[in-house]
Every structure is written in structure tokens, then in C-alpha cells.
């Protein structure tokens, strides 16, 4: 994968700690920036399916009013010709 190169500017508490981390982790600071963000990236990943989840779950009823049995069900019995 190319890599792209981002400057950005912290105060000098901030480049300390993100220093002081990477050593403590045995990598670069380029990886461990890179690691928070993909960390980062993917907790608002899974935020994300957690909040639709939760929509999914608090309208069930509407979602099966409107568009029938929610898929796995059992509607063996009321789908014609099958057994």
C-alpha cells in the first residue's frame, strides 16, 4: 500500500507522550499514529452497527407490519407448497 505523508503540528506535551508510546510499544511514532487511527476508525465502525442495531431491535414491529416476517423465520407452514 502507498503511503501518504501528513504533518501535523501538536504541542510539545502531546509529540512527547505520542513518543514516549510508540518507544513503550517498540514502533515508530508514524505506526503508532497510524494504529490510533485505524483503532479509531474501527470503534466508529462498530458504534455505528451497534446503533443500528439497536434501531432494528426498538422497531421490529414496524419493520414485520410493514414488511412481513424478519428472515430465519419459521413460515414453513404458511408458504405454500412448501413442507
Known amino acids: 500500500m502507498a503511503k501518504t505523508q501528513l504533518n501535523v503540528r501538536v504541542d510539545e506535551g502531546t509529540a512527547k507522550a505520542a513518543r514516549e508510546r510508540a518507544l513503550a510499544r517498540g514502533v515508530s511514532v508514524n505506526r503508532y499514529i ?3 487511527v485505524m483503532q479509531d476508525t474501527g470503534e466508529a465502525g462498530r458504534t455505528f452497527v ?3 442495531a439497536d434501531f432494528m431491535k426498538q422497531y421490529e414491529s414496524v419493520f414485520a407490519e410493514e414488511f412481513g416476517e424478519p428472515h430465519g423465520s419459521d413460515t414453513s407452514d404458511k408458504t405454500e407448497g412448501r413442507h
Open 34 to 36: 497510524e494504529e490510533l
Open 50 to 52: 451497534e446503533a443500528a
